[in-house]
């Protein structure tokens, strides 16, 4: 068959790896000039490093297993990391049971209360309970006043904003699950690749490449095209193209933006999904910030949501000893902080980086870059598994594979690849869905 793929994410050239080796001819068309979406790198320090702060899980099977597949196990680095929180200006360790047992802003039993309830939600395994209640109301109900208010209420409303008290528990568990699955004994391990997420893209890319994928770089799609109700082929640069399936791996705005022969009750319901962008800016400095990996930040004053120093986790002589920090944020689309050029932005957010760390001096730092993207995280709202849209679209060989479709889970590089594997599958049923558990 002859296949089109929009988007060169990790879902698009995953799914591309799967077909092209069954046989199929595989083009692959991507907006930008580089691969990887989302979790794609920029050259810094000598080397590169992802635009928004990235690591695996060790429970994230699917993309583990194509690691191996592709022959770099050797890059992927198993690093520990400290997590500290903020509140009223202090900052706490925030990692390990200890560091917990100590956080003195909660009252004793609340920071037991807060053990136990992690503890319970990682060994829950039915989900669909977690479908009809906010992640908020949940709290409320089981965390009490001290936690809901010094721990949940500033954790939601910093990742959701105006959408904090909307998203459903379903969504809090799936990454309460994750990191407590992911977790063997106190001391979490995430992976990351030496040279960045780059390293895995780069394979991928030249893998699928030699075996024949076209990756049609800086080649938006600007329309589905279709004829009572089928696939007929891609608009790119003016041309029309035919194909015999395409599969769209490309933020379902996108989606639905280019195919405008969706029936209207497919688009009303794809749109019950809202999205976050996705700001981050990236400090290069001559010393380090804090001693912590990751810093989620509970001051409403602070309009931050985490700092990511990624040289407290990637060892700092990967990156010619430059300290390397995210400052991040998710922001709904219309936020004024994605009007704003990168020296606003850190106009902005630089007092607020000096309340966190007081000895903080910009005299600290050698450069800064700023990246942004509209369609970063997914807003799940209650009862999702019934609006979650399949991998097939009402229109015929138009093949839908992107993060809408992640659930209960958080959208992640790992999904992507479970996607990627998933869709190929269903295009051709001779294509197994590896079982990366064995
Ligand atoms: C701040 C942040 C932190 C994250 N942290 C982690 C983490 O720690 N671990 C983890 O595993 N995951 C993390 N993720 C999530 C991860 O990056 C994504 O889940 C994953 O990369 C999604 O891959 P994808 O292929 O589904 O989509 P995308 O990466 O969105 O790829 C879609 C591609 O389609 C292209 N495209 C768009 N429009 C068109 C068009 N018209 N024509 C052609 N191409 C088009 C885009 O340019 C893009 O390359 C994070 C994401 C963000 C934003």
Redesign the pocket.
Known sequence: MKIGI?????????AAHRLVKAGHEVE?????S???????GFPVAGTTM????????TS?TC?RGLVDELGIRESLHWLTSQMGFTYKGKLYPFGTPLQLLKFTPLPLLDRIRFGLQALYLGKVNDWKKYEAVTGYEWMKKHSGEALLRIIWEPLLKGKFGRFYDKVAMAWLWARIHTRASSRKGTQEK?GYFKGG?EVFHQALADSIQKAGVKIHFK????RVLTANGKLKGLE?GGKELNFDRVIF???TP?FL??CPELPPDYVKRLTQLDFLG?Q?LILVMKQKFSDMYWINIADADIPILALIEHTNFAPLDWYQGKHLM?V?N?LPQDHKYFKMKKEEIFSELLPHLKKINPAFEESWLEEYFLFQ?L???PVVPLHYSGLKPGYETPIENVFL???AL?YPE???????VD??NKVAHLIDPDILIPNFNE
């Open positions: 929009v988007g060169a994410g990790v879902a698009g050239m995953t692959i068309f991507e907006a930008s580089y691969a990887g979406g989302l979790a794609a992802e635009k928004y702060y990235h690591h695996i899980f994230d993309i995430l997420f080649q938006p799609i600007t790119v791996a490309a933020a996108i933006k280019t996705a981050c995210y991040g998710y993207d369609y970063a995280q594979a992107n993060m992640v958080d959208r992640g590089t790992n999904f992507a996607v990627g």
